[in-house]
């Protein structure tokens, strides 16, 4: 009785860790995705402030007066630079993100393989265990000697 209900314990014990294991990377994967797209448009609102910096500057140089304009021309480039600064980080990002999204799909494919494979190991397992009972059902008791019941 008592092994019983440990084996019992044990079984749902093991069932409960390995649901919990299943089930925790995939919640990484999506924490880490949501992480990374907010990064993305994070970087992409940087990118377009800069982008607007830029045209404002643009519009001041070209207002400016010629003895200005070299300061403006200045301060052009820096914030075009800072802008393709911005770009290319969320270019980076964006590229992140859907590396990290192509990951989180070969996983999730292995893992519905993975189950599938226990799935039709289990139900192999089952009827395997079918054909053992069956099997042991069949077989004379120990005591009695096959050549003595089959007919000659």
Request: include cysteine; charged fraction near 35%.
């Amino acid at each position: 009785m008592w092994t019983h209900l440990r084996d019992l314990w044990r079984a749902t014990r093991d069932a409960y860790r390995a649901a919990r294991d299943a089930r925790e990377p995939e919640d990484e994967l999506a924490d880490a995705l949501l992480a990374l797209e907010r990064r993305a448009r994070r970087a992409r609102r940087h990118a377009a402030r800069w982008r607007a910096a830029t045209a404002a500057a643009a519009r001041a140089a070209a207002a400016a007066p010629p003895t200005e304009r070299p300061t403006w021309e200045a301060t052009l480039g820096e914030y075009r630079r800072r802008w393709l600064a911005a770009e290319a980080e969320a270019e980076a990002w964006a590229a992140a993100h859907a590396r990290l999204e192509a990951e989180r799909a070969l996983w999730l494919q292995r893992l519905r393989q993975a189950r599938r494979a226990s799935n039709h190991a289990s139900v192999n397992d089952r009827s395997c265990s079918d054909a053992s009972a069956s099997a042991a059902e069949a077989r004379p008791p120990s005591g009695e000697n096959n050549r003595d019941r089959s007919p000659r």
